[in-house]
């Protein structure tokens, strides 16, 4: 246990905060506890939800790249909630819209993150164009 422990504080960049409440960590460390903790059970699924709330961009950048080290060095499955659709479009492998509670659309980032599907969903107008780093569909919305 202790093994796994300091591995996942590790990955997260956490092992100055192990002897630390979580209840007195800021909101970007607290959400990197969480998912130290997450890996520190070692299971093979991950499932989390808003991964990278509270964090500022350089530690969400962090997280879903240890996200996708997990996937592709160590065969972990992650499943994420994530409302950032250019984020998910960068790191996931398939994607799930949703609307009203219901799945909308689904299969990888170039097939879902359409703007028809973005006017659809979300009512807003975009554009779609490659992420300058990725080339993974990106959307910039319309103005209002």
């Given amino acids: 246990d202790e093994t796994a422990s300091e591995a996942a504080l590790g990955l997260t960049g956490m092992s100055e905060h192990r ?3 979580v209840d007195r960590l800021s909101g970007g ?4 506890a ?5 890996l520190a059970q070692e299971t093979e699924i991950l499932l989390l ?9 350089a530690h969400q950048i962090e997280v879903m790249d240890l996200m996708r080290r997990l996937v592709l060095e160590r065969g972990k499955t992650v499943v994420a909630v994530l409302h950032d659709l250019n984020q998910a479009s960068r790191y996931a492998d398939r994607v799930i819209m949703m609307a009203n509670g219901r799945i909308y659309a689904e299969g990888s980032p170039a097939e879902i993150v359409t703007a028809p599907n973005i006017e659809q969903v979300f009512n807003v107008r ?4 490659p992420d300058p780093e ?6 910039v919305p319309a103005s209002v």
């Fill in 19 to 21: 002897d630390s409440r």
């Fill in 126 to 129: 975009s554009r779609i164009v």
């Fill in 34 to 38: 969480w998912i130290a903790m997450t």
């Fill in 134 to 139: 990725t080339g993974t569909p990106m959307c």
């Fill in 29 to 32: 460390q607290r959400q990197r």
């Fill in 49 to 57: 939800d808003e991964p990278t709330t509270y964090l500022d961009l």
